[in-house]
């Protein structure tokens, strides 16, 4: 009896590491494919390798740096849903994340998720530093809403140079 115990017992844990190793090699794969150079990958092309990649990918925006990262916020961004943009709105308020990346964000979040992130450009319009500002103004010159045309009208009042207003203007004719 205590030998089928234990071969039983052996036999559950061989299966489980195998289940857990190729969890792993899946994992490793969605992972590779988002660091990759040339290609952006989408989630159903991701889901095709394992059903956990929308976790993955989540998970790698929200701990990843570089290109990982980058991509795996482009993923989400396309979802368009409420998950993801809670999402990017985290990794964006992590102190953490870069300089770049927050640029990177504040455009994912205002192109994809329109009114529903407004308030992310609003408030670098707000900013002291001149590219925040300005990557708040090509942001919403990119979506075709009252809110952001709003915005921006108001901010011309406000722009702090010519080339800061010649950026508002022509966002707004963008949108026009």
Known sequence: MKKLLIIATLSLVSSMAVAQSAQTDAERTVVLRLNHLHESPTLSELEA?????????????????????K???AVL??????RAQDVLTAVLADPKTSEITQH?????????FGDRA?????????SEDLQRRLTAIDALGKIDT????????KHLTSAKSKGERDAVESAIRRIR
């Not at 009252?146 to 009208?153: F, Q």
């Open 49 to 69: 390798i394992t059903p956990d990649a929308r976790k993955i990918v989540e998970r790698t925006a929200l701990s990843g740096s570089g290109l990982g990262q």
């Open 104 to 112: 990177q964000l504040v455009l994912a979040l205002v192109v994809n």
């Open 71 to 73: 991509h795996a916020i």
């Open 77 to 82: 961004a396309r979802l368009k849903d409420q």
């Open 118 to 126: 407004i308030d992310v450009a609003a408030t670098w319009l707000k």
């Open 146 to 153: 009252d809110l952001a045309t709003g915005l921006l009208e």
